[in-house]
C-alpha cells in the first residue's frame, strides 16, 4: 500500500534529519528524496522546522508516553512514593533503548532520537526541551525523593551525565563493538539496559564531592 504524502515526507525527513542533523538536512533535499517538489511540500509543511517538529512529536511523545507509563507503574507499585532508584533508572531508559518497533524503523527513530539529543543547532534545542522537560521533572523528582542526601544541584549534575550514557549507547553503538573486539552486541538492547541501569544507579548515587 502507498503511503500517504504526508507520512512519505516525515519517513524521508526522520531519515535525513537523522543522518545530517537539523542544519544539515534542507527541504529541498527532504522533497527530492521523497519524490516531490519544493512546492508540492510545502502544501503540507510551511517550514523546515514544522517537518523537523512533526518528526521530533511523532517519536518523542512515544518515548514521553512510554516514560510516564513506566514511572506510573513504579509508583503505583510503591505507594509510599519512594521507589527504589534501580526501577527508575530502568524505566528511564528502557523507555528510550527499547522503543516498538515500527515498520522495521527502529534504528532510523533511534538514531533520530540520538541525534537530537546532540545537536547544537537552536532549533533542535527548543523542540527537545518541548518534547522531554515535562518528564526529565517527573524522573528528577522521583530520584531525589529516592536519594533525599543528595544535593539538587550534584543530582542535576548526574542526571546531566546519565542522559549522555544512554544517548552515546545509541548514538555510537560501532565503538562498542570495536573496543570489545565483537564480543558485545550493539545492537542487543536488553543486554545494553542489564548493563548500564546498575553503572548509572552507582553513579547516582555515589556520595557526593567536597
Not at 518515548?63 to 512514593?81: F, I, K, N
Not at 533508572?89 to 537530537?116: C, F, K, N, W, Y
Not at 530520584?143 to 542526601?149: N, V
Request: charged share 25%.
Amino acid at each position: 500500500m502507498r503511503l500517504r504524502i504526508p507520512q512519505r515526507i516525515l519517513d524521508v525527513a526522520e531519515e535525513m534529519f537523522g543522518r545530517f542533523g537539523y542544519g544539515g538536512a534542507t527541504t529541498r533535499a527532504i522533497a527530492r528524496r521523497a519524490r516531490l517538489n519544493v512546492g508540492q511540500l510545502h502544501y503540507y509543511f510551511d517550514s523546515k522546522r514544522a517537518i523537523f517538529e512533526a518528526v521530533v512529536a511523532r517519536h518523542g511523545h512515544e518515548v514521553t508516553d512510554r516514560r510516564r507509563h513506566l514511572l506510573g507503574d513504579a509508583e503505583a507499585r510503591h505507594p509510599s512514593g519512594f521507589v527504589p532508584l534501580e526501577m527508575l533508572v530502568d524505566a528511564l531508559v528502557r523507555s528510550l533503548l527499547l522503543p516498538e518497533v515500527r515498520q522495521g524503523g527502529r534504528r532510523v527513530s533511534m538514531q533520530m532520537h540520538a541525534r537530537l539529543f546532540t545537536d547544537p543547532d537552536e532549533t533542535a534545542s527548543v523542540v527537545r526541551a518541548d518534547i522531554y522537560d515535562e518528564t526529565n521533572a517527573l524522573y528528577v523528582a522521583a530520584i531525589q525523593r529516592a536519594l533525599p542526601k543528595l544535593p539538587a544541584e550534584v543530582l542535576y549534575w548526574r542526571y546531566y551525565f546519565m542522559m549522555g550514557a544512554y544517548v552515546w549507547t545509541l548514538l555510537q553503538p560501532g565503538r562498542l563493538e570495536a573496543i570489545s573486539q565483537g564480543r558485545c552486541d550493539p545492537t542487543d538492547m536488553e543486554a545494553a539496559i542489564r548493563e548500564i541501569v546498575p553503572f548509572l544507579c552507582a553513579g547516582l548515587a555515589a556520595p557526593a564531592g567536597r
